[in-house]
């Protein structure tokens, strides 16, 4: 799984799968695609206006939790 962020034009895609030959992307809203195979796989989702949909409390965040580890960690999106 990757996360990218292009703060030039404020997009970001979450990559869960490398794209295969036969994706659709299904336009959910003005601001988010979701990126699916035939067999109904989801390979990625693309965030536009990207820090307004990930803003979390302390601004436009990513975090990354390992329950399992009980373990965090936060990436600022600017």
Do not use: C, W
């Not at 979701?34 to 820090?51: K, Q, R, S």
């Amino acid at each position: 799984m990757k996360l990218t962020y292009d703060p030039r034009y404020n997009i970001a895609y979450l990559r869960l799968k490398e794209r295969a030959a036969e994706v659709e992307t299904l336009r959910i809203s003005d601001t988010l695609n979701v990126d699916l195979a035939p067999d109904g796989t989801v390979y990625g989702i693309e965030f536009l206006n990207a820090n307004e949909q990930l803003l979390g409390v302390d601004g436009p965040m990513v975090e990354v939790v390992n329950e399992a580890q009980h373990s965090r960690h936060a990436v600022p999106l600017t």
